[in-house]
């Protein structure tokens, strides 16, 4: 292979290049391949939303911590009292339900006689 330089040797199959790639399109590619993982590793992370579950028939909730930034809500309780006896010895406690509907009176309209 005398006089035939790294750049120009013939492979069977074509013309090998004396360098790999073109070192700003790997660059540039290793930038988004690192963007996107970067993207969904954040997506995985976030925490879900989880709906409300304020039930409007009762007006105390019981809020119980499961981890750092978990809870959830009970909602099934008449009274103060009586949540903090169902709270007592948990990581939990008990608040008013914002949601509570039972102390609102409808309007009725009198009812007309025919």
């Known amino acids: 292979m005398r006089g035939l330089s790294e750049r120009n040797y013939r492979h069977p199959r ?23 993982a970067l993207a969904i590793a954040a997506v995985v992370a976030a925490p879900s939303a989880h709906a409300q579950t304020y039930d409007p028939k009762y007006p105390v909730c019981l809020q119980v911590y499961t981890g750092r ?40 309209k009198p009812r007309r006689d025919y």
Do not use: W
């Open 69 to 108: 930034n978990d809870f959830y809500f009970e909602c099934g309780y008449t009274s103060i009292p009586q949540c903090n006896m169902s709270a007592s010895g948990r990581a939990a406690q008990c608040v008013v339900n914002p949601y509570y509907e039972g102390g609102k009176r409808r309007n009725k």
């Open 14 to 36: 074509g013309v090998i290049p004396a360098a790999a790639g073109n070192s700003a399109v790997e660059g540039v590619l290793m930038r988004i391949l690192t963007l996107a």
